[in-house]
């Protein structure tokens, strides 16, 4: 078989037997949303062409590239040796650009022909597939997939900001509440961002004594698996886990700023689409809950010149003017639900007390508010 290294977005159609990610296909057409580059492993009397114009999804491509250093056989030994253990709680670290994504949704797509159905945790708030930027996601995979984009999301928190940086504590009991309220699986892979240095590491060990893995993957070069092994010794020594060293994909897979910031948008699209936005106007008093920044207030209020800071509220969540919240990208949700997120949108405006607001859904008394603004809907 050969590896072909296909960069997306991107439509391909297939004639013979071909293996994405562990998904095999049979003369049929498959794509991905994302400009990842995925492997596809091709037997010789297949052929493989990419459609062009058929979707305005899929118009962008690259020249296909065969190399047999790459692509998920450098992987193979490691999911062996994962799905040798009995307990099954891993957690896939590496910097950016090192494949974490895609050996997640290989791992999960293996176990998934082996009849055990995996919990993804993307937890990427810039760059994740299983919801906006911002957010964490997690879902139940029950059927094989080539693009996490198109699996649907069981559970979302929101963090506020693209960057981890500040939301370390955040993410990790988001993690953790997604672990133990998913729906029933039987082992769970979480993905992480590519924060792991300096104060990244240390995140990344706290993430380790939270929910304690059973299994630690790390994607990378040889210097910073030592540095790995120097921290894990920090660890209690009562945690139990194996450490697998997996092959880094390679520069190959690099995405460029402004594909990433593409991804983002395009993700955020996804999201906030017209056909399921609506425009709500509701008084702020029925409002529980405005989360901003690791906190919770009671009310916004615009700020006034002569007003004291020795007379502000901390209940109460100051602002400059009505033109701090337009565009800005926020979640909803209710307070029942535990910071669970219901749907998204965007502030229209804000005026005497009444928010309005392009929101995908209808019901909710909790409003998060990301430090991301958008023009988009």
Known sequence: MKTVLIKGPVLLEIKGECNILGVKCKNECIGWESSRII???????????????????????????????F???????????????EKK????????????????????????????????????VGQGDLAPPTCLGAAVMNFPEVDLWKVRTNFTNFIGSIQPVGYESKIISSISQQLDTSLKHDLSIINTDGYIKGNGLVHKIDLIKKIQPDCIIYL????????????????????KMNFMYGERQGAVNNRS?????AKRIKTFCKYLTKDKIILVKLDLSRINHIYYRNRFFSEIRCQMGYESLDVMNEKIFYIPDSEFLKNRFVGFGNKIDNGLICGFGLIDDFMKGVISVKASVKEFDTIFLSDTKLEIV
């Open 71 to 85: 692509g998920i056989s450098i992987w193979k030994g490691l999911v062996k040796n994962v799905l040798r253990q």
């Open 257 to 261: 700023l402004a594909e990433r910031y």
């Open 220 to 239: 990378g070069g040889a210097n910073m698996d030592r540095n790995l092994m120097e921290f894990f010794h920090h660890l209690p020594r009562n945690l």
């Open 89 to 124: 709680r891993i957690i896939i670290i590496g910097p950016s650009n090192s494949g974490k994504s895609t050996l997640s949704l290989y791992m999960a797509n293996v176990f998934l022909g082996h009849g055990l159905r995996p919990l993804i945790i993307d937890a990427d």
């Open 39 to 69: 492997p596809v492993e091709k037997n010789i009397n297949s052929t493989l062409s990419i459609i062009r114009g058929r979707s305005l999804k899929y118009h962008y491509h690259e020249t296909i590239r065969y190399n047999k250093k």
